[in-house]
């Protein structure tokens, strides 16, 4: 665990932490990859901002989270008058789950719209008039929200390096397409809200995201692997693998999400990648394997299963515009950055 503890404690020196000091902040998904690393991150480097970490496993977050206040409510019916309120919001819950895409593609869409909807209202000073919501007097300064969108919004993109203004295709006729689309979606409803009422939201756009600290329910092929390896079992490839991708250490993306949160500009989205970490699926494996010293096979997937994939072949992301407010990631590789993934979830 000291490994991820010194990562988080080196990505938090670049980052400047005073406008985060005496405020609330409230980190949705917190139970989860990537909510879970920017809560480690924030409360790790700034001990005077007060963290709420939202999720539905209490027990969970207690006991990752002993000095944050926690906050449960089942994000499918929550409601704007439900949500405790905030300074800044990191809206990490999203339903990541390939296995949920083909078991429940209507939830999937529907909790996305429905729980950042809720967060806007809130984040604006909606109240409740009757059936409606309308907008009341609203302060000089509204609370900041960040969308964790991702970068399958861009779908099948033809440009090698895939930059904020690129778009590709997604096929809306597959149930597949459930998740990308509810990306699209919630990201045209921020700018919505931006336009119509004045909302201060920034959005990023994380590539494939991998760390400690993912449960066993993670079915992600990184998660998968690395479960491999610990368990001492052959990593199991269930395609050729040949999907070219941008990957990302958690760390280094908590660090890019604050690092927008706190100087990104209203209504604009922000590419998370590491640059030194673009390599295939199969890539993926066999440095899992090489640090493991596991072994890698091949394996037909279930019908579910393939029912999920990701048919993107290659998402290589641009940082130029993330960097340009200030972030880098941390200067190890991306092969010590999955050591210390694979010894740090050792000891969980």
């Not at 988080?8 to 990859?33: C, D, F, N, P, Q």
């Not at 206040?69 to 704007?80: F, H, I, N, P, Q």
């Not at 958690?250 to 390599?279: K, Q, R």
Request: one cysteine or more.
């Amino acid at each position: 665990m000291s490994l991820y503890k010194d990562d988080i404690a080196a990505a938090g020196k670049a980052i400047s932490w005073k406008r985060l000091e005496g405020k609330t902040l409230l980190v949705t998904g917190a139970s989860g990859l990537i909510g879970g690393a920017v809560v480690d991150l924030v409360s790790g480097n700034c001990p005077s901002c007060r963290i709420i970490a939202g999720g539905r496993n209490l027990q969970r977050l207690k006991a990752r989270f002993p000095k944050a206040e926690y906050w449960t409510k089942d994000l499918s019916d929550v409601r704007a008058e439900d949500i405790p309120h905030f300074d800044y919001a990191v809206h990490a819950a999203g339903g990541a789950n390939p296995a949920l895409y083909s078991s429940k593609p209507v939830e999937v869409i529907t909790t996305a719209v429905h729980s950042l909807e809720a967060l806007l209202r809130a984040s604006c000073h909606f109240e409740p008039l009757s059936c409606h919501f309308e907008p009341v007097e609203k302060s000089h300064s509204l609370p900041r929200l960040l969308f964790v969108s991702s970068d399958e919004v861009y779908g099948q993109c033809s440009q090698p390096l895939i930059t904020e203004k690129d778009s590709g295709y997604v096929d809306c006729t597959t149930p597949r397409s459930c998740y990308p689309s509810a990306k699209r979606l919630c990201e045209s409803l921020c700018a919505s809200f931006i336009s119509e009422y004045g909302a201060d939201v920034v959005t990023v756009r994380p590539s494939h995201i991998y760390g400690p600290y993912f449960t066993d329910q993670d079915n992600r092929v990184y998660a998968q692997f690395i479960r491999n390896a610990i368990n001492g079992e052959d990593i199991v490839m269930k395609s050729p693998g040949t999907q070219m991708r941008s990957w990302c250490y958690s760390v280094d993306c908590a660090a890019a999400i604050v690092t927008a949160l706190l100087e990104g500009e209203t209504g604009e989205a922000y590419n998370i990648a590491d640059n030194g970490a673009e390599f295939s699926i199969r890539q993926l494996a066999d440095m899992i394997s090489e640090v493991s010293g596991c072994k890698v096979r091949m394996e037909c997937p279930a019908q579910e299963e393939s029912r999920g994939y990701n048919p993107v072949t290659r998402s290589v992301l641009s940082t130029s515009k993330l960097e340009a407010l200030g972030w880098k990631p941390l200067t190890a590789s991306a092969k010590e950055k999955i050591a210390n993934t694979i010894s740090t979830q050792k000891t969980l």
